[in-house]
T-cell receptor
Framework: LAKTTQPISMDSYEGQEVNITCSHNNIATNDYITWYQQFPSQGPRFIIQGYKTKVTNEVASLFIPADRKSSTLSLPRVSLSDTAVYYCLVGDPPWGSASKIIFGSGTRLSIRP | GAVVSQHPSRVICKSGTSVKIECRSLDFQATTMFWYRQFPKQSLMLMATSNEGSKATYEQGVEKDKFLINHASLTLSTLTVTSAHPEDSSFYIC??????????????FGPGTRLTVL
């Protein structure tokens, strides 16, 4: 399983765009990149997943360069409710696999008024 | 998305007693579920992989006789903390993969169970 490295914490203000970068130098060819969000005393919630280039959904965008050794989660116009811990995960192929997810340290994002 | 529930949401017990935590996939079947433990201000730590109809696979350092896992059906896995001690107090989270309808490598997580051992 590829190891990931993220900043321990980040601060920003409401209305700003927040970019959280994750390094995964040992990512394997078949690995996907997935981001989860966790609020205190709750289970993690899936945000976005990608394999290469750019993926966008209603919540966030995920940018993955050609070498796939890093990825950036972009949260547009954050609000106070985006204060949470964000985990970058790199894992095995999705199809029918029972592969486990190993969580890294995550990034604690704090949004201020 | 798919829903995973846990019961109870919080439990307080005396030292030496056993506590059972249930994890259910509500609208999908899961042959594999996962159990995590999370201490305050720390990341989730994978404890074991629960396999329907067979023995669980435990991560290194996790006592299988202390944390009993039973995955008796495709929608239910249970974690029993036996002879609980204060150091077992933690937030326990389960997850399951919707292998036939999920998106990619997505796993769905339960809301967690807060265990406090007095």
């Amino acid at each position: 399983l590829a190891k990931t490295t993220q900043p321990i914490s980040m601060d920003s203000y409401e209305g700003q765009e927040v970019n959280i970068t994750c390094s995964h130098n040992n990512i394997a060819t078949n690995d996907y990149i997935t981001w989860y969000q966790q609020f205190p005393s709750q289970g993690p919630r899936f945000i976005i997943q990608g394999y290469k280039t750019k993926v966008t959904n209603e919540v966030a965008s995920l940018f993955i360069p050609a070498d796939r050794k890093s990825s950036t989660l972009s949260l547009p116009r954050v609000s106070l409710s985006d204060t949470a811990v964000y985990y970058c995960l790199v894992g095995d192929p999705p199809w029918g696999s029972a592969s486990k997810i190993i969580f890294g340290s995550g990034t604690r994002l704090s949004i201020r008024p | 998305g798919a829903v995973v529930s846990q019961h109870p949401s919080r439990v307080i017990c005396k030292s030496g007693t056993s506590v059972k935590i249930e994890c259910r996939s509500l609208d999908f079947q899961a042959t594999t579920m996962f159990w995590y433990r999370q201490f305050p201000k720390q990341s989730l730590m994978l404890m074991a992989t629960s396999n329907e109809g067979s023995k669980a696979t435990y991560e290194q350092g996790v006592e299988k006789d202390k944390f009993l896992i039973n995955h008796a059906s495709l929608t239910l896995s249970t974690l029993t903390v036996t002879s609980a001690h204060p150091e077992d107090s933690s937030f326990y989270i389960c997850s399951a993969r919707d292998e036939y309808g999920g998106v990619g490598n997505e796993q769905f997580f339960g809301p967690g169970t807060r265990l406090t051992v007095l």
